[in-house]
C-alpha cells in the first residue's frame, strides 16, 4: 500500500510539474495573441467610427457618396466615391495586417498547445492514441479478465475489449529503445503494470494458448484486427517477465509469469540424467503436457523488439538444449527442432542472459547439445548466442569497460570450452562417454557417420562463433595487454588456440573468417616491429606474430588432415584454402582495421577494430573457391612462397609472408628506398 502511494504521488507531482510549465507556457502565447486581436480590433473600430463597414475577411467597404448642394453636377458624386473607395482600400491593408498578425500568433500558439499536451501525455507516460484504451483500462477488473480468458470462450465483445487493453499495455518504441541499449524502463503505468500482472497469472498458460488459438481461427476468417491482437498477447507475456521494465516501484519478474508455464520449464529443464529413454520419456511428457508447441508458436508471434526477462530467456535457452539434448540419440533428431528453434529465437534476445549461459560454472552440459545439433538452419538461429560478442568486444571508453568485460568473459568462457580436451561429467546422452569436447566438435555423435564437425553440420552457427572471436585473436597466444584492445578474455595458449582454429576451419567461411583477421593482426603486428625504435627489439611483437601464423597453420593442417587422406589433394587443398586466408587478410587490412592499441597501432593507423569488416563471401565462395584474383598476383607467388619448387613448407611460406611484410612496411613508411634493395626483394 505505501508503495503504491509512493508510485501515485511520483506520477501525480510529475504531472504537476508539466501542468505549470503548461500554464506559464500558455500564458504567455495568451498575451502575444490577446495584443494581436486588441490591435486589430481597435484598427477594425476605429474604420467601422467613419462609416465604412468590415467584413469577416478585412475586407471594407465605404459608404455611399452623398451629393452636395451646393454642387448638383454628377461629376462630384463620381470624384467623392473615388476618393472614399481609394480610403476603404487603405484601411483594408491596415486590418488585413493586423488580421494576419492575430493569425501567426493563433498558429504559434496552437503548436505551443501541441508541444504542452505531448509533454504533459510523457510526464505521465501516456501515449494520445492509447487514450480511449487506458480509460477502459482505469476500470478493468483484470483478475476477472484473466479467470474469463482461463475459463472461455469470450464474447466478441470480450475478446475486443481485453485485447484492446493488451495493445494499449505495450511498450512504446522509445521504451523498446532503451532496453535495446541495456537501460531500465520504469516508466511503465502502475495501472498497466498491475493489469498485466493479474490478468497473465489468473490466465494460466491454457487460458493465454486458447485465447491464441481463437485470435488465429478470428485472423483466418478475416478479422483486420486480430493479427495485431495475437502479437500484444506475446508481447505482453515478455514485458511481464523483463526486470527491467516497471512502473519504477515493481518490475517485471519471471515468477509473474503463469505458475503452469514455469513449472513446465522446469520439468524439462529439470529431465532425468539416467539412461537416455527415461529422459527422453521425462521431457516428452512435460513437453505435450504443457502444449510447448503452442507455446513456442504463441512467442513467437512476440514482435522483435520485445525481450524477455534474464531468468525467462535462461529458461528458454535451457529447454532447447534440453530437448535436443535428448532427441538425438533416440533417432528422432528433428522431434524437437522447431520449438528448439523457437525458443532459442526468444530467448538469445537478452543479452544478459546469453552472457550468464556461455559464463556460468558447469555450462558445458547445456551448450554442448546447442552445438552438436544438427539445427535445421544450420545454426543460424543458436549463433545469436554469441552474435552480441563482437559488438561490444573493443573497450571504446576506458572510464566504462563493462559491456567490454562481458564480452570477453563469454568469449574466453566459449573458447575454453571448445578448445579443452577433458570433462568430469558427461556431456550430452549421445555417447555419453566421450567427455572431450574438442573431440566431439571435430567428431559430432549422432550425426551421418560420427565424422562430421561443427562447421560442416552447422556453418551458419560457425561463422558466428569466428566472427564472435575474431576481436580476440592476438588475446589467444599472448597475455601481453600492452597488444590488446579488448578486456577479460585472458590467454587461450596454443595448443588450445590451434584447436579451436581446427574447429572453424570445418566451415570454409567460418575458417577464412576467423583465419584472415589472425593473419591481419599477424601482419600489422610485423609492420609495428618493422617501424619500432625500441632498445632492445619488441620481441613480444614477433613472438605473438609467429604464434599466429603457426595457430593458422596448425587449424588447417588438423582440419584437412582429419577429412582427406591422399597426401596430394591435401597440398592442393591446403594450397587452395591458404590462399583464401591470405586473401581475407588483405580485405581486412585494406579497411584500416586496426587490433593493436597505442604505441603499436592506432597510433599510427586511423582505423580501429570493427567486427565483421568483411565478409568471408567476398573470398569465397559458397561451394569455398576464392572468389577474387590475389592468389594469381605476383605479390602472392612470394608470399606463398608457390616458387618453381611447388608448394612450400610452413616454416617458408611464414617466412616469406613476415618477409614481405617488414620489407613492404620498411619501404613504406620511408626507412628503405625501395630501389637500394637487392634485386631478387624488390622484383617480387
Known amino acids: 500500500m505505501r508503495d503504491r502511494v509512493h508510485s501515485i504521488l511520483d506520477s501525480g507531482r510529475k504531472l504537476t510539474a508539466a501542468l505549470e510549465d503548461a500554464c506559464t507556457t500558455l500564458e504567455a502565447h495568451r498575451g502575444h495573441l490577446q495584443d494581436a486581436v486588441d490591435v486589430a480590433v481597435m484598427a477594425i473600430r476605429a474604420t467601422m467610427s467613419t462609416g465604412f463597414t468590415v467584413a469577416d475577411d478585412g475586407m471594407v467597404t465605404p459608404p455611399p457618396a452623398v451629393p452636395d448642394p451646393g454642387h448638383p453636377s454628377g461629376s462630384m458624386i463620381i470624384v467623392q466615391a473615388v476618393a472614399l473607395q481609394s480610403k476603404a482600400d487603405e484601411f483594408t491593408r491596415i486590418i488585413t495586417r493586423h488580421l494576419d498578425q492575430v493569425g501567426v500568433a493563433d498558429d504559434r500558439a496552437a503548436v505551443a498547445l501541441t508541444e504542452i499536451l505531448t509533454d504533459v501525455q510523457k510526464a505521465v507516460g501516456l501515449d494520445p492514441v492509447l487514450g480511449e484504451a487506458y480509460r477502459s483500462l482505469a476500470v478493468a477488473d483484470a483478475v476477472a479478465d484473466g479467470i474469463a480468458v482461463r475459463n472461455g470462450p ?372 610485423d609492420r609495428a616491429f618493422a617501424r619500432s625504435d625500441r632498445e632492445p627489439p619488441p620481441i613480444m611483437l614477433g613472438e605473438t606474430s609467429g604464434r599466429l601464423h603457426a595457430a593458422v597453420e596448425g587449424g588447417l593442417d588438423i582440419e584437412i588432415g582429419d577429412r582427406m587422406n591422399d597426401l596430394d589433394e591435401r597440398k592442393a587443398e591446403r594450397a587452395t584454402t591458404r590462399a583464401g586466408f591470405f586473401g581475407a587478410a588483405q580485405a581486412i587490412g585494406a579497411g584500416a582495421v586496426s587490433y593493436l592499441p597505442p604505441p603499436w597501432g592506432v597510433a599510427a593507423s586511423t582505423g580501429t577494430y570493427v567486427a565483421g569488416s568483411f565478409l568471408s563471401s567476398d573470398i569465397i565462395d559458397a561451394d569455398g573457391n576464392l572468389t577474387n584474383e590475389f592468389a594469381l598476383s605476383p605479390q602472392a607467388r612470394f608470399r606463398l612462397g608457390a616458387g618453381e619448387s611447388g608448394t612450400p613448407d610452413q616454416t617458408q611460406v611464414t617466412d616469406n609472408e613476415i618477409s614481405y611484410i617488414m620489407f613492404s612496411e620498411l619501404v613504406a613508411s620511408g626507412r628503405v628506398s625501395g630501389i637500394e634493395l637487392p634485386e631478387y626483394l624488390w622484383r617480387d
Not at 343 to 366: C, D, K, M, V, W
Request: contains cysteine; negative net charge.
Open 154 to 525: 469470450l464474447e466478441p465483445e470480450d475478446y475486443n475489449r481485453i485485447c484492446t487493453i493488451l495493445e494499449a499495455s505495450q511498450l512504446s518504441p522509445a521504451q523498446l529503445e532503451a532496453l535495446a541499449r541495456g537501460e531500465t524502463v520504469d516508466s511503465v503505468p502502475t495501472v498497466v503494470m498491475d493489469y498485466l500482472r493479474d490478468f497473465y497469472r489468473e490466465a494460466g498458460s491454457d487460458g493465454l494458448l486458447n485465447l491464441a488459438e481463437a485470435l488465429r481461427s478470428r485472423e483466418q476468417a478475416g478479422d483486420p484486427h486480430a493479427a495485431a491482437q495475437l502479437d500484444a498477447l506475446a508481447n505482453g507475456l515478455l514485458t511481464i517477465s523483463n526486470d527491467n521494465v516497471g512502473d519504477g516501484w515493481v518490475g517485471g519478474s519471471y515468477d509473474l509469469l503463469p505458475d503452469d508455464l514455469r513449472d513446465t520449464l522446469s520439468r524439462i529443464n529439470s529431465h532425468s540424467l539416467g539412461p537416455t529413454y527415461d529422459a527422453l520419456h521425462d521431457v516428452t511428457t512435460a513437453y505435450n503436457e504443457g502444449r510447448i508447441p503452442e507455446v513456442a508458436a504463441l512467442l513467437a508471434e512476440a514482435n522483435p523488439t520485445f525481450v524477455p526477462g534474464v531468468e525467462f530467456a535462461t529458461e528458454l535457452d535451457r529447454a532447447a538444449s534440453s530437448m535436443v539434448d535428448v532427441s538425438t540419440p533416440s533417432g528422432s533428431a528433428t522431434l524437437f527442432d522447431t520449438t528448439a528453434t523457437k525458443f532459442l529465437e526468444i530467448g538469445t534476445r537478452n543479452e544478459a542472459a546469453s552472457y550468464e549461459l556461455l559464463t556460468t560454472p558447469g555450462n558445458a552440459r547445456i551448450l554442448i547439445p546447442l552445438l552438436e545439433h544438427d539445427w535445421g538452419d544450420g545454426g543460424v538461429t543458436a549463433g545469436r548466442l554469441v552474435d552480441w560478442i563482437a559488438r561490444d568486444a573493443v573497450v571504446t571508453d576506458p572510464d566504462n569497460s563493462t559491456r567490454a568485460d562481458r564480452a570477453g568473459e563469454a568469449a574466453h568462457s566459449l573458447a575454453t570450452l571448445m578448445s579443452s580436451s577433458g570433462s568430469e561429467t558427461p556431456l550430452a546422452f549421445t555417447d555419453p562417454t566421450n567427455t572431450n569436447p574438442y573431440d566431439r566438435l571435430m567428431n559430432i555423435p549422432g550425426v551421418g557417420d560420427g565424422r562430421s564437425s561443427l562447421g560442416e553440420v552447422n556453418p551458419a552457427l560457425a561463422q558466428s562463433i569466428a566472427s564472435s572471436l575474431s576481436p580476440y585473436v592476438i588475446d589467444m597466444v599472448t597475455s601481453d595487454r600492452t597488444l590488446s584492445t579488448t578486456s577479460n578474455f585472458g590467454q587461450l595458449g596454443p595448443v588450445e588456440t590451434t584447436r579451436l582454429f581446427s574447429i572453424l576451419d570445418g566451415d570454409p567461411h567460418a575458417g577464412t573468417l576467423i583465419s584472415g583477421h589472425a593473419l591481419a593482426a599477424a601482419d600489422e603486428i
